[in-house]
């Protein structure tokens, strides 16, 4: 994944930056959060003062374009910043807690199983 900065604003009355970036990338589009982290490690800055607004790619090309907003401080970027944007941008949290819930559910399922089949016998005797 190759991120190239096409243009760079920036706006003093909002304390950010302005960037429209393009991406080169081969096999599936890349997800928001993994160009997110490349583009603050190109910028050297943390990631979560950037905010990846919108994210295009077009049909038949490995090519996407996009814009982001670099923030001076945290503070700034949640007043400035809808609700769902900021979310949109946040890190997904590992879904573990889940697969062991199932795993546990794929258990008593074989038990419950394993029960019933006895009491079926002893009805038809």
């Not at 190239?4 to 302005?18: A, H, P, S």
Request: charged share 40%; proline share 5%; no cysteine.
């Amino acid at each position: 994944m190759d991120i190239k900065i096409v243009k760079d604003l920036d706006n003093k009355l909002l304390n950010r930056k302005e960037l429209d970036f393009t991406v080169e990338y081969e096999g599936p589009t890349p997800s928001r959060a993994d160009v997110r982290k490349k583009l603050a490690a190109l910028l050297n800055t943390n990631v979560d003062l950037l905010i990846v607004q919108k994210m295009e790619s077009e049909y038949g090309h490995q090519l996407v374009k996009g814009y982001a907003k670099l923030y001076d401080s945290e503070d700034r970027m949640k007043q400035v910043e809808p609700e769902h944007v900021l979310k949109r941008n946040t890190m997904p949290e590992e879904p573990v807690v889940e697969e062991e819930v199932v795993e546990e559910a794929a258990e008593e399922e074989t038990g419950e199983e394993a029960a019933e089949e006895p009491a079926e016998e002893e009805a038809v005797e």
